[in-house]
């Protein structure tokens, strides 16, 4: 089948979403599930984002024209990915004139979220992690949240307008935070400097665990990367999520859910889970979901689609020391805030976010971070 049909054949495949008033970001077009290698189309509000391998940079006119004819956006960006095309190439402009860092905003089921449509990379928001956000939503009433690699926070923010009654967020990198603070203000969630802990995540961990803190949820969403520290590491241990999921296990209180992305492992997810819940030892993991990306992430091999676990803790109930009360008190300290000699290494940072039933109000307007100071690009995998 010509390039043309099956990008009307993937635009007909989606007229759900396309009628859908409260979403307008979600895929288009995906790669080898819909029928071409090398070719993914995004959509962000009234524009649209082309990623492409190298060698179909000649055929773009052909794929905007061919959209055209579903619908006309006003801003069309082209990025090509792939290792032929380096890591953090710029995108390309080829039609409109969106406005410099993250301030277009796009709608998620009563969510808004900020999108940089020229960032090399991902624009700001991993649409295959819709139905995750759905989740986090849906269960998040009267926690305390810890979102580790929190990226630009749309993870924290669905927790928030979900009725969390705290989310802290934690990144390595000051851009990614203010990212996430820009995103809780346009959905109207008041954050303070407690909220925001820009530290390496291990450290992190630690501290916190040092501190007896406890969550009623943890949200592990590290990129892909090596099992073994590099030499630049400051901290020692393995890496990833199996390693890190049993360690945030231990901060759970009673009845509190960890959910953990996993990227790049091959394995069946059964064995992937099985492994998490027997390092968590004590900590006595139950599974309770697992989360897949939506209809418009078709693949038939779901290893190589978003594969998310969530877990129940059944530990017995501890009585509580002066150190455990969930509190504020308990958010990240000054100290964590900004520890210039503790950034993470590479790729650490962004593998997307009041009171217990409504979001609470934010009067401050969305301070825009600048783009460049977050990583140029996240590798997520098979994730675009």
């Not at 990306?293 to 091999?301: I, L, Q, V, Y």
Request: include cysteine; aromatic fraction near 6%.
């Amino acid at each position: 089948m010509p390039l043309r049909e099956r990008i009307v054949a993937a635009w007909r495949a989606r007229a759900e979403l396309e009628r859908d008033a409260e979403l307008d970001c979600y895929r288009l077009f995906h790669g080898h599930s819909d029928g071409w290698p090398g070719l993914a189309i995004d959509r962000y509000g009234d524009a649209v984002v082309i990623a492409h391998w190298p060698e179909l940079t000649p055929r773009l006119g052909e794929v905007l024209e061919t959209l055209d004819g579903c619908r006309r956006f006003a801003v069309a960006v082209a990025r090509a990915s792939g290792r032929e095309a380096g890591a953090g190439a710029p995108p390309t402009l080829l039609r409109g004139e969106p406005p410099a860092g993250p301030t277009w905003q796009v709608r998620e089921h009563g969510l808004r979220f900020a999108v940089d449509l020229l960032r090399a990379g991902n624009p700001g928001l991993y649409l295959d992690a819709r139905p995750v956000r759905q989740w986090i939503r849906a269960h998040a009433a009267g926690r305390r949240v810890l979102n580790l690699f929190a990226f630009t926070g749309s993870l924290g923010v669905a927790a928030a307008a979900g009725g969390a009654r705290q989310v802290v967020h934690v990144d390595s990198h000051r851009g990614a935070l203010e990212w996430c603070r820009a995103n809780s203000a346009l959905n109207r969630v008041a954050l303070d400097g407690r909220d925001l802990a820009r530290m390496n995540i291990y450290q992190h961990i630690r501290r916190a665990q040092a501190g007896r803190q406890r969550y009623g949820a943890i949200i592990l969403d590290p990129p892909p990367g090596p099992a073994e520290p590099r030499p630049k590491d400051r901290t020692p241990g393995r890496r990833g999520p199996l390693a890190l999921a049993p360690l945030a296990a231990r901060m759970l209180e009673p009845g509190g859910w960890l959910l953990c992305f996993f990227h790049r492992d091959s394995r069946e997810r059964g064995e992937i889970e099985a492994e998490v819940a027997a390092a968590a030892g004590d900590a006595r993991l139950e599974l309770m979901w697992r989360g897949e990306s939506g209809a418009d992430f078709p693949d038939p091999d779901r290893r190589r689609a978003l594969r998310v676990s969530a877990w129940t803790s059944a530990r017995a109930s501890e009585s509580a020391t002066p150190g455990e009360s969930a509190t504020r008190s308990e958010s990240a300290t000054p100290g964590e805030s900004a520890m210039p000699g503790e950034s993470a290494t590479p790729g650490e940072s962004a593998t997307p976010r009041e009171s217990a039933t409504t979001p609470r109000a934010g009067g401050e307007p969305p301070s825009w971070p600048d783009a460049t100071a977050i990583e140029a690009t996240r590798p997520r995998g098979p994730r675009a």
